[in-house]
């Protein structure tokens, strides 16, 4: 039987974002986005200029405006090194203040971040610098001079390089554009609705290399939160946590799920618990269910290649699309290919606004999965015919 590409709609109206129309290119997009993500924080900044931006549990915090003028000088230092538009920088630090100064410290100077994960060995650090072309490695003191802002960046202009390993080992870089970065950001706070009123993020993953954790980062920000970092010791803070995220492994340590009447009490005032775009088991979420009762579970999937998001699963769906990854949302689109794809099986391909258009240094790789718009995942799904999403097997292809 021939293979086809059958596309799959959302029938039931969830998480529908009216701010999205389709583009002369066929693809989903946000409209009045702004230009660049320099330029989206700028707003933010001026806005809660005295708020909390970044807290490290025993560590550092430092208010929105402090964080600016901090990530502008070292903006002006790596300006005075000779970093030019569109340049490489690789970061390398924990979670935290830190990180965070360098990454938008590299975005303001007009260059291009490539986080490097703090676990990796020295071939894979070494591997990805080369690849990518780093001018420069920030894991040290970070360079200052005169504050610098670059504000002439384009929606299209590369904004960060993320780096993924395929089911070889090898590493990839994705190209993330900065309306794949921006749209992704509007996607997920429009299908969350924190709101604005201080909402504290806890990021458990000590280690802020993918994608998914920036754009995390960036939305509690954007919508003057508090990014919380606090590693082991989440639970002594728990208390004045609102939203907890990462992966379900990191959330379901033992040493992080202490039990006692302190630690009862924390999960009961967690509001939301973020997963999405990890891959999450079926024990999985009994565990987080039975550990955090009185929080909104957010479970969904995405690559790296989608900027970390892609589907979610609606709260008020949880319970009659057991072990679906969700619906899309946020302008994207999904379809299976494949000689059963008519019947709801086959690999997952998917397009919108949050996708890449290629890989970095690798075209051939990039021809074998960029078609058209859409992207090829190489994951096995079926899709129901309200449009969710189970996935069979990831990187099957």
């Not at 360098?102 to 490539?114: D, Q, R, S, T, W």
């Not at 554009?177 to 604005?196: A, F, K, M, P, Q």
């Not at 002594?236 to 492994?249: C, N």
């Not at 890449?356 to 690798?362: E, H, L, V």
């Amino acid at each position: 039987m021939r293979s086809r590409l059958v596309e799959y709609h959302c029938s039931n109206g969830l998480l529908t974002d009216t701010r999205v129309s389709r583009a002369t290119d066929g693809l989903l997009r946000y409209r009045q986005l702004d230009p660049s993500l320099s330029e989206l924080l700028d707003v933010a900044v001026h806005r809660f200029a005295g708020r909390t931006a970044v807290e490290e549990v025993h560590g550092e915090q430092v208010t929105y405006a402090e964080l600016w003028a901090e990530a502008s000088r070292v903006a002006g230092g790596l300006k005075s090194r000779g970093i030019e538009i569109g340049d490489r920088v690789a970061i390398r630090f924990a979670a935290g203040v830190r990180w965070l100064e360098a990454c938008l410290g590299v975005i303001l100077a007009g260059g291009v971040p490539v986080s490097l994960g703090m676990a990796w060995g020295d071939a894979e650090v070494s591997a990805v610098i080369a690849d990518s072309g780093s001018v420069l490695v920030l894991d040290g003191e970070l360079p200052h001079g005169v504050p610098f802002i670059d504000d002439g960046a384009a929606p299209d202009e590369l904004a960060v390089l993320a780096y993924t390993a395929d089911p070889s080992g090898a590493m990839l870089g994705v190209e993330l554009s900065n309306e794949n970065v921006l749209s992704t950001i509007e996607g997920l706070l429009h299908s969350r609705d924190y709101g604005v009123e201080g909402v504290r993020n806890l990021l458990v993953d000590s280690d802020f290399r993918s994608v998914r954790e920036l754009v995390h980062v960036l939305a509690t920000l954007v919508i003057g939160g508090t990014v919380v970092v606090a590693g082991d010791f989440w639970r002594e803070s728990a208390h004045t946590v609102d939203i907890l995220t990462g992966r379900p492994e990191d959330l379901l340590e033992p040493r992080l799920l202490a039990v006692g009447p302190a630690a009862r009490a924390a999960s009961r005032s967690v509001k939301w618990v973020d997963c999405s775009g990890s891959p999450v088991t079926a024990e999985q979420e009994d565990k987080l269910l039975a550990a955090f009762p009185a929080a909104q579970h957010v479970m969904g999937w995405g690559k790296t290649e989608t900027c970390g998001g892609g589907l979610i699963l609606p709260i008020e769906s949880a319970s009659t699309h057991l072990g679906s990854v969700g619906i899309a949302f946020g302008g994207m689109e999904v379809a299976l290919y494949g000689p059963d794809a008519p019947g709801g099986y086959g690999e997952l391909w998917c397009r919108g606004p949050s996708v890449a258009r290629r890989y970095w240094n690798s075209p051939e790789v990039t021809s074998s999965r960029f078609m058209q718009g859409w992207f090829c995942t190489h994951d096995t799904a079926q899709i129901d015919a309200e449009g969710f999403v189970r996935i069979v097997e990831r990187n099957a292809a």
